[in-house]
């Protein structure tokens, strides 16, 4: 045996450990308080009138019988908005309210809001109030957006955003060629804990205080303040605990409205959102048509891709801009490709609008870049594997874009490590019909039911890009030996308050960390998501914690008469290096104060230019999924029995949460390509329940086979990359390949319906 | 909680976690939820889908699990009704809620205290269940964060446990 190696485990909740959540307690107990438990003495509930149509001119709004029943204590449109009328992320081209003589622009858009004393008298009030709509033809096909030949439905037009990609030789052409049309449905995040908020006026209105499930509260901050007409600093928001977000908290839902009542009402009110209002309170992944053309040589490997994408962006701007520009620069995959010739178009149609959700542009080029390259093999007679190693991307290879890959990039060792997980047994010859498809519906029979095997790879950006410097700050305080966290990064789940705990524990050798209201009283954290809060807040939280160590290291070494740059942190004391000092940094710390904050800001990034190249990314992270399905070829249900997946995460810095953000990211996938979509017609979403939406259950879920691939990533401060997106985004069409390989069926759309299969 | 103007004024009293609580001046309408929720401070049982799909607002009214969502509170006096609340014991917490610490059961947390009083319903009607039956006992139970792996994980692991006590 040899001892003379041995390497300390880590200590319990640091870095690289399955350290516990310091709202775990709370919310296996019920106590956590979620936005939608907030309560406040004289409370008020809100409520949002919605358009029942996809396009509209509003000729007149009567207020007048809502406003006789009792219990009604406020009754707001258009012309109660004191600030800016409009908002959004990129263009603030969407209402607080629809304006009477302006239109309705998508079946949900609000109207009007009212306070009253109960939920239901709301309700009463909602349906009191006349609205005269004269109803208007919609825009329903993007492309009629591109053509020309629908009618502009926005002052800013159609056109949401346009960008080409040219790169190396267009005119190349390869030996084999292969193409096709692909379809992504319009997915929902679908996260549990509805839009809520509790508003607080201060007295006079001369401010709010905002309780609210967000991804970001310093964005959200500046939009609500521009719309009240206040200074920012009078806009207090507080992070309600998030039941899950998924991008769909990115933009502004319920905040305006809230805030409005409160201060007409001079009361607090809570806005609480039911399952269908959230299906038209939120934007949703882009449905999106790609056509892909791959040129290979013979032996498979990739000369050029083309590309045409089409995101239907629905009403309002959101997020779409970005998305696109995520989707089209990541035409190519995780593969090195030299030659592309790219158009992307993002367009406002009076569909429900789209933004923001987990993998943000890149699932749907993934759908079809994968679908592609099992094409590929198959017309080059090489195994999808084969095919994939042979293009797999390395670090130091040039995108479409001309960046250089300067992350690591270990894609081909994420398929190696795939493909070594061993595939599961083969059907029993008397299965349990709860592992069939079609499961507890006991409909499946045993000899229509194929087995198939698929495969994807991805490649995922992290962070904001096109040059946004998307900073986060942390403050870290140690006050008597005490260590304060403070910051703004919305916790939506993923665990960000353990990941500071531990960072905290690792570099200042302290085991009780204590976090402060994640609110707007420290400098903005940017937003959680973009798989980009490990990488920032943490940077953050690292950085401050090391100032305050150093800190910490002056003031001991002067007490002492040390050298400060010879202290060290070893487990829970201060140690000098080479010397005998060693305290207990706890002790150390005794009677002194340390109070230091810290910006993280990411490496710059540059736009596109008109031929789309250029820096825009700031890192990118790797995966691959192979899933194995069960079909029944007759009905056309699929039952995922497997997902085997190795990503790459450079360092794992919490093993288990790594785990839950990979299965639940696969389950997302999985939804993607078999049963999740909202389906519209007619500019109506047809299905805003869970009854009807179907996201996948505790049978739905596959056995999970997950390898992290470590190698540490130098660019990141811990070394670590988001682990958040990668999971859902190639998992899609490792499934959708793995039913065509069951069915020998083309299946150019996901979600993949019953009817693709068997009819 | 304000009386509202003009819809009801119901009385009655339910029996939640063991102890009694009136109800005053309630609308008729109002869902077992909404009553445990907002007028008797009881904010563990979640609301996500007001259709009884998702499983968030899960209670046992007399030994039966139910949707909390789906029954009107007026419909439930004298019965028993236990909520997240009520499981544990005096703030300790139970074997199925540390096993979902232990195991990253929990993640935004939303859905997790409709599966914990799940699980214990469960796992009182079927002590040694096998992953088939924790599969589908579970099914009625929506979680948009964890993918059920590391919830699995938690029910064997007490299953485990209580049968080697």
Same mark, same amino acid.
């Given at each position: 045996m040899n001892t003379t190696n041995t390497i300390a485990p880590p200590?319990? $909740?640091?870095?690289g450990t399955d350290a516990s959540r310091p709202d775990g307690v709370a919310k296996v107990q019920g106590g956590f308080a979620f936005s939608s438990d907030m309560w406040a003495e004289n409370m008020l509930w809100g409520a949002t009138l919605r358009s029942p149509h996809p396009y509209a001119r509003i000729v007149s709004i009567d207020t007048t019988a809502a406003w =006789?029943?009792?219990?009604?204590?406020a009754i707001i449109t258009?012309?109660? !908005?004191?600030?800016?009328a409009t908002y959004g992320?990129?263009?603030?081209?969407? *209402?607080?309210f629809a304006r009477v003589g302006d239109t309705v622009r998508?079946?949900?858009?609000?109207v009007a809001a009212v306070a009253a004393d109960h939920p239901e008298t709301c309700k009463r009030a909602l349906a009191a109030i006349r609205v005269e709509y004269e109803v208007l033809p919609p825009v329903l096909d993007p492309e009629t957006c591109i053509d020309g030949t629908?009618?502009? &439905?926005?002052p800013d037009g159609n056109v949401l955003r346009h960008q080409r990609i040219v790169s190396g030789d267009p005119t190349v052409t390869g030996d084999v060629v292969v193409e096709g049309l692909y379809e992504v449905g319009m997915q929902d995040?679908?996260?549990?804990?509805l839009e809520a908020a509790l508003a607080l006026p201060d007295p006079g209105g001369t401010g709010v205080e905002l309780y609210i499930a967000t991804q970001w509260l310093h964005e959200d901050r500046k939009q609500i303040a521009a719309c009240l007409g206040?200074?920012? +600093?009078k806009v207090r928001l507080v992070l309600g605990?998030? #039941? @899950?977000?998924f991008g769909a908290r990115e933009d502004i839902s319920l905040q305006v409205h809230t805030c409005l009542l409160a201060l007409r009402t001079s009361r607090p009110v809570r806005i609480a959102y039911g399952r269908e209002e959230s299906f038209y309170g939120h934007v949703h992944r882009h449905p999106a048509k790609i056509w892909m053309r791959h040129h290979a040589d013979r032996s498979g490997r990739l000369v050029k891709v083309e590309s045409r994408m089409v995101f239907d $962006?629905?009403?309002?701007?959101?997020?779409s801009p970005a998305v696109l520009i995520n989707a089209i620069t990541h035409t190519q995959g995780p593969y090195k490709c030299d030659n592309a010739v790219v158009e992307g178009w993002a367009l406002r149609t009076n569909n429900p609008p789209c933004g923001a959700m987990r993998g943000f542009g890149v699932v749907q080029a993934c759908f079809a870049h994968e679908s592609q390259m099992d094409k590929l093999a198959a017309a080059c007679g090489v195994d999808p594997v084969r095919i994939r190693l042979l293009n797999a991307m390395q670090t130091g290879d040039r995108l &479409?874009?001309?960046?250089?890959? +300067?992350? !690591? %990039?270990p894609v081909a060792e994420c398929i190696r490590e795939t493909a070594a997980i061993p595939l599961p047994? +083969?059907?029993?010859?008397? *299965?349990?019909?709860? +592992?069939? *498809? $079609?499961g507890s519906g006991r409909t499946a029979d045993r000899h229509h039911i194929k087995r198939g095997v698929g495969w994807g790879v991805s490649i995922k950006n992290l962070m904001y890009s096109e @040059?946004?410097?998307d900073y986060s700050t942390a403050r870290c305080r140690i006050d008597d030996g005490v260590v304060t966290l403070k910051f703004a990064?919305?916790?939506?789940?993923? $665990?960000f308050v353990m990941l500071a705990q531990q960072i905290a524990r690792t570099v200042l050798g302290v085991d009780e960390v204590l976090l402060d209201t994640?609110?707007?009283?420290? #400098?903005s954290a940017g937003?959680?998501? %973009?798989?980009?809060q490990t990488w920032m807040s943490g940077g953050a939280v690292d950085a401050a914690c090391r100032a305050a160590r150093d800190e910490l290291f002056k003031m001991v070494a002067a007490d002492n008469g040390?050298?400060?740059?010879?202290l060290a942190i070893d487990g829970t004391d201060i140690v000098e290096v080479g010397g005998s000092f060693r305290r207990p940094v706890v002790q150390a710390a005794r009677g002194k104060r340390v109070d230091e904050t810290r910006e993280y800001h990411h490496q710059p990034t540059e736009d596109l230019d008109?031929?789309?190249?250029?820096?825009?990314?700031v890192a990118f992270a790797f995966v691959a999924h192979r899933a194995v399905v069960d079909v029944d070829i007759e009905l056309g249900l699929v039952k995922v029995v497997q997902v085997a997946t190795a990503q790459d995460?450079?360092?794992?810095?919490n093993p288990k949460s790594c785990v839950g953000q990979v299965e639940g990211g696969i389950a997302q996938g999985l939804g993607l390509a078999v049963m999740e979509e909202i389906v519209v017609q007619d500019g109506r979403v047809r299905n805003p329940s869970f009854t009807d939406y179907l996201l996948p259950t505790f049978l739905d879920a596959p056995q999970v086979d997950v390898v992290f691939v470590e190698e540490?990533?130098? =660019?990141?401060p811990l070394g670590a990359k988001g682990v958040?997106?990668?999971?859902?985004?190639s998992v899609t069409p490792a499934i959708a390949n793995a039913i065509r390989q069951a069915t @020998?069926?083309?299946?150019?759309?996901?979600?993949?319906r019953p009817s693709d299969i068997c009819l | 909680m304000s009386t509202p103007s003009g819809i009801g004024s119901e009385n009655y009293s339910l029996t939640v976690n063991g102890r009694s609580h009136d109800v005053k001046?309630?609308?008729?309408?109002?869902s077992l939820l909404y009553v445990l929720r907002e007028?008797?401070?009881?904010?563990g049982a979640k609301g996500a889908?007001?259709?009884?799909?998702?499983?968030? /607002?899960t209670v046992v009214v007399d030994g039966r699990a139910v /949707?909390?969502?789906?029954?009107?509170? %007026?419909?439930? !006096?004298?019965t028993s009704i236990v909520t997240?609340?009520?499981?544990?014991d005096g703030g300790r917490l139970s074997d199925v809620q540390q096993a979902f610490l232990d195991c990253g059961?929990?993640? /935004?947390?939303?859905?997790t205290p409709g599966f914990i009083v799940a699980v214990h319903h469960l796992l009182e009607s079927v002590p040694d269940p096998d992953d088939h039956q924790i599969r589908e006992a579970l099914s009625g139970n929506i979680c948009s964060?964890? @993918?059920?792996g590391r919830i699995l994980e938690a029910v064997q692991q007490v299953a485990v446990a209580r049968r080697s006590k």
């Open positions: 200590r319990p $909740g640091t870095l =006789k029943i009792a219990g009604v204590e258009a012309d109660d !908005v004191p600030g800016l992320l990129i263009m603030q081209d969407q *209402p607080v998508y079946t949900g858009e609000p629908a009618p502009v &439905i926005h995040q679908a996260f549990l804990g206040l200074p920012e +600093d605990g998030v #039941g @899950g977000a $962006g629905g009403a309002y701007c959101s997020t &479409i874009t001309g960046q250089i890959v +300067d992350s !690591v %990039a047994p +083969d059907m029993e010859a008397d *299965p349990n019909v709860l +592992d069939l *498809p $079609g @040059g946004f410097d990064t919305a916790e939506v789940g993923q $665990g994640i609110d707007t009283q420290v #400098g937003s959680s998501s %973009a798989s980009r040390l050298d400060p740059s010879r008109e031929n789309g190249q250029g820096n825009c990314h995460v450079g360092r794992v810095l540490f990533e130098p =660019k990141s958040g997106e990668p999971p859902c985004i @020998g069926r083309d299946l150019p759309r996901v979600p993949v | 001046d309630s609308w008729i309408g109002e007028r008797l401070g009881l904010p889908c007001e259709q009884g799909e998702c499983g968030s /607002c /949707c909390s969502c789906l029954v009107l509170a %007026a419909s439930v !006096v004298d997240v609340e009520g499981l544990g059961g929990v993640q /935004c947390g939303f859905c964060c964890t @993918g059920y």
